[in-house]
């Protein structure tokens, strides 16, 4: 079955430091990969996705990049701040035409940045 | 503003008590979700529906039944709560277009006590 496996936190930056946040993933066929995030006491909202292979994608100073020979989508951002603590959640789509698009979740990673 | 709306926001229950989730989406779309968010575990799914009429379930569907009333709404049913139930729910819809690349959108969660 499908599955992902992100770096496991918490994560403790000072302000300005540079972010990376692993993330590997198990599929069959050709998946698309998202990271979503949450913020304190909120739902999850898409931060950014990529839909095949060398794909980036970007949002909000974060960047990720499907590598699909490394089966790897690991999350980047140069320069974090306070604001950007939250939970960070990589993800698959299954897109193969039975699986009806469910997402498959990694556990999560909590990223706390320090002024 | 459009989006996915759950009641409650919060619940407390005990054990054996039924209580029903509400989640509704005015956003058109087919496909209808209910995750679960368990400390350390990430997001697993209990139950979706691909569209109006059909439910299957997920990974973690005991205990839980479903209704899609109608194109907008998925209810998400516990007949006997029990406290290993204890969780945070999140609805989710997922669009059906290739260009929102079949994008999901969640509701803020109900967080559910069972003592």
């Known amino acids: 079955g499908n599955s992902v496996t992100q770096m496991e936190g918490p994560v403790t930056l000072s302000e300005e430091a540079f972010l990376t946040i692993n993330c590997t993933y198990t599929a069959t066929g050709y998946p698309s990969l998202f990271w979503y995030v949450q913020y304190p006491g909120e739902g999850l909202q898409l931060l950014l996705k990529?839909?095949?292979?060398?794909d980036k994608g970007s949002n909000k100073g974060f960047e990720a990049t499907y590598r699909k020979e490394t089966t790897s989508f690991h999350l980047e951002k140069g320069s974090v701040q306070v604001s950007d603590s939250a939970v960070y959640f990589c993800?698959?789509?299954?897109?193969?035409?039975?699986?009806?698009?469910?997402?498959?979740f990694g556990k999560g990673t909590l990223l706390t940045v320090n002024p | 503003n459009a989006g996915v709306t759950q009641t409650p926001k919060f619940q407390v229950l005990k054990t054996g008590q039924s209580m029903t989730l509400q989640c509704a989406q005015d956003m058109n779309h087919n496909s209808m979700y209910w995750y679960r968010q368990d400390p350390g575990m990430g997001l697993r799914l209990i139950y979706y529906s691909a569209s109006e009429g059909t439910t299957d379930k997920g990974e973690v569907p005991n205990g839980y039944n479903v209704s899609r009333l109608n194109k907008r709404e998925f209810s998400l049913r516990l007949e006997s709560a029990a406290p290993s139930q204890t969780s945070v729910y999140f609805c989710?819809?997922?669009?059906?277009?290739?260009?929102?690349?079949?994008?999901?959108?969640f509701g803020s969660g109900t967080r559910l006590t069972v003592v």
């Open positions: 990529a839909t095949k292979a060398d």
């Open positions: 993800a698959l789509s299954d897109n193969s035409g039975g699986s009806n698009y469910k997402l498959t």
């Open positions: 989710a819809s997922r669009s059906g277009t290739v260009l929102s690349n079949y994008g999901y959108t």
